[in-house]
């Protein structure tokens, strides 16, 4: 916690309010910018909390052993960049960057950006860095860890399933994944899409440690997540359980957004919804 | 070559601990010394190219030096997003070994002959390209490049017994070698056909034209200014590569002398058609495709015109 900001760090911050907080900047930034992706951003929100709130072992974005944490989906990545402004690792100028000329601050992660351990965007590749990570953590023997946050249309790709065998294979116990199963992606539901039911049936049969939680109670996320000892056995994943542009309303469920940016009237909804006030 | 390369790999392995092996599960004959050399440090990945470079990129991030190794074809295309999101794009030192190129797998048929691999390679400016030309200068340029920052392509061959005359195993980044005298013409070539383009050079000095012959061993980085010196005396120069004439040395040296200047007429010799199922030996498909050493005898001398008008 050295590099944080008085006031700002999860210290001071229940995860709770750390998720309502989250929520809030991904509906100024996505508003101020005018872009999407807003109801993948709303949907990993209380993950995001829960990881950066208390599952992850992080006191500097760039020490040598903090865990490593890869968002391979990267289209929620402001939901990052809000929960990295919170833990005091960028600042509001910076953050008022995203989406603008010359920032490293896009829809998808930068590597060149602190705290951003891989740069992602193209879905399927997080899940091998992951493993990766967590092997060059044991061939170190450090007992950092590994968290990859995975979509479910995500598993679509074969690479994840490739990564799924090595770990399993070579018992990564000090991998984490969780999986964002809103059940949506670009186009569509994911049953209707190519369906991944049941999930948890298939991850289990890739030999995974597997539990189903719900990925909007931020307490127990952080209790599960904390529980997970990552010292033996085989690679633990989470199917979280989520919704869609979860906190606001009209977007619960709605595959549109997706893409679209919110119109000045949804806007002030929405942030009323999350904050309780319009917004200032 | 890849059974030197291995060897060599093993040498600075046992003195290094950040190296790391990863294989696709290919290299029967050839990896297993360097399993017992090294130990846990050698992972069979199973046959999953693309999560082999996904791995390595995780690996290369907390510090390790991995080396992933498979033919050619499944070591550059099948991952190449990977390799461009992954090491290229965070800039890590992980070395991608792809082995046999052109038509080394000859009888394996179309699916194993790498005819595009230094193209594409060599069209991420991020990333060195290197294709030694015998087993001599295999080991030489492992040594030179092996723990250099950001990551690297190997297209190595597996032929441990040609050298290439003149060669001597040297090798300098970014540089290229010239193995013989003759200033008129120049034959260029990369990999692991440079010792017949050497002979054919000898051949056609022979037939009383000056006809140098230059090794280019490292596309990336480029040897531009090297080159530009050798191009600029020249009046003809003949590229020849076990590669698609489009994106590998031809299009590298055509881009060098139109971008300078340099008065001198390229023939680009390469695989110019469609794979159409005939397969066979190695020395079968080069010849079939015009890149036996007779061929490349014939048609630089069939181009005197170009260098006497």
Redesign the interface.
Known sequence: MTSAQPGTGPGFMAPTELARQIRRIILQQSRRAHVGHIGSALSVADLLAALYGGALRLSTPDH?DRD?FVLSKGHAALALYAALHLRGWLTVAELNTYCGDGTLLGVHPE?ALPGI??????LG?G???????????R??GSSRR?FALISDAECNE??IW??A??AA?HQLSNLVVIVDQNGQQALGHTSEVLDLSPLENRWRAFGWDTRVVDGHDVGALVETMRAIDTRSGPPRILIARTVFGAGVSYMRGQVKWHYLPMSEEEYQRAMIEVTGSPPQ | MRATFIRTLGDLAERDERILFLTGDLGFSVVEPLAARIGRRFINVGVAEQNMVGLATGLAEAGFIPFVYSIATFASLRPYEFIRNGPLLHNLPVRIIGVGGGFEYGTAGSTHHALEDLGVMRLQPGLRVIAPADFQQTATALNATWDLPGPTYFRIGKDEQTVVPGLDGRFELGRIQRVHPGHEVLLIAVGSIAAEVVAAAAEVTAHGIACGALIVDCLNPAPIDDLVAELAGCRLAVTVEAHYVTGGLGSLVSEIVAEHGIGCRVLRRGISRVPDGVSGSERYLLDRHGLSRAAIVQATLGSRELIIG
């Open positions: 040598p490593r590597r351990d891989f740069a992602t965007g193209s590749q899940l091998s860095i992951a493993a990766g990570a967590a092997l060059a953590a061939l170190s590994a074969g690479a490739e990564a065998m090595f294979h």
